[in-house]
């Protein structure tokens, strides 16, 4: 669709244009925030010990990098730790949530 640069839209049209509201993704909505994903974090290592942190943002819906932030994070306060090499490790809980 070709939308002219000088286009206003009609009236009814200017409501319902207002009326649209954001999707809904992972990291939206009242439960999202940094205690959030620091759970859902930890729910997965629980279940998967071995998991990557390429599949922890696949799985959440982040951005690897960001993911990495929150598991050094969760690291240096002692809430996790990691074992063994960065390939063939696996992720240890030491804080009992």
């Given at each position: ?26 990291e939206s909505g009242p439960e999202s ?65």
């Amino acid at each position: 669709m070709i939308v002219p640069y000088n286009w206003k839209p009609e009236e009814s049209e200017a409501e319902s244009v207002e009326n649209i509201k954001p999707e809904s993704g992972p990291e939206s909505g009242p439960e999202s925030g940094p205690e959030k994903t620091k759970d859902r974090i930890l729910q997965l290592i629980k279940n998967n010990p071995h998991i990557t942190s390429r599949e922890m943002a696949k799985e959440l819906g982040m951005a690897r990098s960001g993911i990495s932030k929150y598991l050094r994070n969760m690291q240096e306060n002692a809430i996790i730790t990691h074992i063994g090499p960065n390939k063939g490790g696996h992720w240890e809980v030491i804080e009992n949530n």
